[in-house]
Nanobody, 115 residues
């Protein structure tokens, strides 16, 4: 079992920045992939950024150059730094990890970008 706790969402004006954190606990040794997803009202959940088991990071096209995903292994935390935010980035953001047996999700954190 892996537990994920997110923090860092909020309300920001367009052009601003937010930093999301996701703290992992439990069987973290079993994690082989991690990512950030978002779901806007009336839309399907989409992958925003992911770190593969090989260590490479991939981004959804609309966030490339603005969002940076990283991990702090010492704190068992993954981070999504979001810069130059746009109103279309408004969504509930979720962190997620994959193991050989299961996928685990955080509770979600609301990000609202005003124009």
């Amino acid at each position: 079992q892996v537990q994920l706790v997110e923090s860092g969402g909020g309300l920001v004006q367009a052009g601003g920045s937010l930093r999301l954190s996701c703290a992992a606990s439990g069987s973290i040794f079993s994690i082989n992939g991690m990512g950030w997803y978002r779901q806007a009202p009336g839309k399907q959940r989409e992958l925003v950024a992911a770190i593969t088991s090989g260590g490479s990071t991939n981004y959804e096209d609309s966030v490339k150059g603005r969002f940076t995903m990283s991990r702090d292994n010492a704190k068992n935390t993954m981070i999504l730094q979001m810069n130059s935010l746009k109103p279309e980035d408004t969504a509930v953001y979720y962190c997620a990890v994959t193991t050989d047996l299961n996928d685990y999700w955080g509770q979600g954190t609301q990000v609202t970008v005003s124009s």
